[in-house]
């Protein structure tokens, strides 16, 4: 097709395993399809920004400035800040100290320092004389921020308490008295914080650690807290529900990218499962002094697997951990093998989220096709926080022909290994899954009509419609210019690689005002180098359509030096003829032509 309508065509992304509707070129079954999506994303448009105009309505709590105690409180921690981290504490502070409630999602990679930004907004919190619930996920990380909270904090008049099933009926019957009592400033727990039965004195900040690892009902209590009191997302790879939130501007959203000093990126090795590889791999990493995460995600066989860990290899003292111990066991298996007093921690996937212990710094995932992608680059995520080189192992069955998603996901793990890599896993997470239940069941059958692309771009504009904001129609501009010939396009030796010469294609396509062709201009320059004269032609091209765009012109044609313009299906003639080109030169031609369209 011309590439001069590149940006009608984008990659098809589903919902769900059902296959796209076909239409034929020229019929009307796809307008009809597209105007039913429009009308459709019209709503949720609707219920976004509804949500999103009752907490800009709402007076929340506005913190004071930070305090001397605030300063001190943040002197103190060890490491040293990374830019990006810098800038998110920054954006988080300046949304509590604002009168509306705060909804932030914080997108940083596994070990990148999420969680100081957390800590830091919940000590300005309680230093307002607000609580704090931390919601997480699993018993096991909310064990290891309970640690992490008290030390920080053993220093100033802060009460931090534990909500899950390591406390006993009698401690948490004490915790919830004391949260409704307000003698408990923060609390943190599993979605135990989230039942009917908790109440708060003065809650004034909830911190969501992995969000995606919470069901749908979570999810729903989650948006009512969201109009009421001021909420920070924690997340490595944001669900393509809660990116595209942040990405249209639904919610406010800080990336940390910079890594943090000394870190390497993890190896990761995709190999068949073979027993003198896990063997090695384990030997290897107990002579230099660390510890390994052996996953094996199934309860029922995980003793039988314990058992030929121990043959292969004797002088490893190996714990098991999984969900359905007892609580009090798996929090002992979890202490020691913090404290260094076992080797190798065989696990479900329990330790998926947040387990930071610096000292392992290789994992082997067992079966590592029956894992989905961000969960592989979660489990990834436990190593390499470090300054050790750490490895990862992804145990393939040894004879299963994979399935073309499985070797999707497991290229992109080898693919994505660089630090800070959780954004793009997630964008490439939806290539493979598909868009799945975007905003709710009733949107994915318009998801599946349009692929998730379209649907972004009509949902972004009824946002921006709904917002007042002045939505620039595109006129489809059809030119036909003969003296062009085949100069009108990207030089091979200019853009070599050709998905990169279609991506400049759509975006020029894509432009509609002069300030877009100016941003490509300047990133072509960048990226490539000086612009060639073919490259300058097509950028004159492109700027010609907007032009004619906003004129309402249809068809710019040259035929024997004449210019013939088409608006409204009708020629214009300009003095009562079709004006002759004087000019020889493309470039000046190009100028000629702009010049009698401005006269129109």
Not at 256 to 266: A, E, G, K
Not at 323 to 329: I, N, R, S, T, V
Request: charged share 30%; hydrophobic share 40%.
């Amino acid at each position: 097709m011309p590439v001069s309508e590149a940006h009608l065509v984008s990659k098809y992304v589903g919902a769900g395993k059902a296959n796209p509707p076909l239409h034929t070129l020229g019929g009307t079954r796809w307008h009809k399809a597209k105007e039913q999506t429009e009308a459709a994303v019209r709503d949720v448009a609707a219920e976004m920004l509804r949500i999103q105009a009752i907490r800009e309505t709402q007076s929340g709590h506005a913190c004071k400035p930070d305090t001397q105690w605030q300063r001190e409180f943040e002197s103190a921690f060890i490491y040293e800040e990374t830019r990006d981290q810098i800038t998110a504490i920054a954006d988080t502070k300046a949304d509590q100290e604002r009168p509306k409630p705060m909804d932030r999602l914080i997108c940083g990679d596994v070990g990148f320092g999420k969680t100081e930004v957390a800590i830091r907004a919940a000590f300005k919190c309680v230093m307002d004389g607000k609580q704090v619930a931390i919601l997480v996920p699993t018993t096991v990380l909310a064990q290891q921020h309970f640690n992490n909270f008290r030390e920080r904090m053993a220093d100033y008049p802060i009460r931090v308490e534990l909500l899950s099933r390591f406390r006993t009926k009698g401690e948490a019957t004490r915790v919830i008295q004391d949260l409704a009592a307000g003698t408990v400033d923060i609390v943190i727990g599993t979605h135990r914080i989230v039942q009917d039965d908790i109440a708060f004195k003065d809650l004034g900040l909830v911190v969501i650690d992995e969000e995606q690892r919470f069901g749908v009902l979570h999810k729903e209590k989650f948006k009512r807290l969201r109009t009421m009191v001021d909420v920070l997302t924690l997340s490595a790879t944001p669900i393509p529900r809660t990116l595209y939130l942040a990405l249209t501007g639904a919610r406010d959203m800080s990336t940390i990218q910079t890594p943090p000093h000394d870190r390497l990126p993890v190896e990761t090795i995709a190999t068949p499962y073979d027993e003198r590889t896990i063997r090695d791999a384990i030997q290897r990493e107990l002579n230099r002094g660390g510890q390994v995460f052996f996953l094996h995600n199934r309860v029922t066989t995980i003793d039988t697997m314990l058992a030929k860990l121990k043959s292969l290899v004797p002088s490893a003292r190996i714990v098991i951990g999984h969900g359905q111990m007892h609580a009090d066991d798996l929090e002992e298996v979890m202490t020691q093998f913090v404290n260094g007093e076992a080797d190798v921690l065989l696990s479900t996937t329990i330790i998926e989220s947040g387990l930071d212990i610096p000292n392992a710094n290789t994992i082997i995932i067992d079966r590592a096709d029956r894992f989905g992608l961000s969960e592989l680059y979660q489990l990834r995520g436990r190593v390499g926080r470090y300054k050790h080189q750490a490895y990862a192992y992804l145990l393939l069955p040894r004879h299963a022909r994979l399935l073309t998603d499985v070797r999707k996901r497991i290229s992109a793990m080898k693919q994505y290994a660089s630090l800070g890599s959780g954004f793009k896993i997630a964008m490439r997470d939806l290539e493979i899954r598909g868009a799945g239940n975007l905003l709710g069941s009733e949107q994915s059958g318009h998801i599946t009509a349009v692929g998730f692309e379209l649907y972004c771009q009509l949902l972004k504009q009824s946002v921006g419609a709904l917002k007042g904001e002045k939505v620039k129609p595109r006129v489809d501009v059809r030119i036909a210019l003969d003296f062009l010939g085949d100069t009108n396009a990207l030089p091979e030796n200019y853009v070599t690689e050709a998905h990169h010469r279609i991506e400049i294609y759509r975006k020029l396509a894509q432009a509609t005002d002069k300030a877009a062709l100016d941003a490509l201009q300047k990133e072509m320059r960048d990226r490539f180098g000086p612009l060639p004269p073919p490259v300058e032609l097509l950028l004159a091209v492109g700027e010609l359509k907007i032009l004619a765009s906003e004129k309402a012109v249809t068809v710019i044609e040259v035929e024997a030096d004449k210019l013939k313009i088409t608006r409204r299906g009708d020629f214009i003639q300009l003095g009562g003829k079709f004006p002759r080109l004087t000019k020889k030169d493309p470039k000046a031609r190009l100028k000629e032509i702009k010049r009698l369209l401005l006269a129109i």
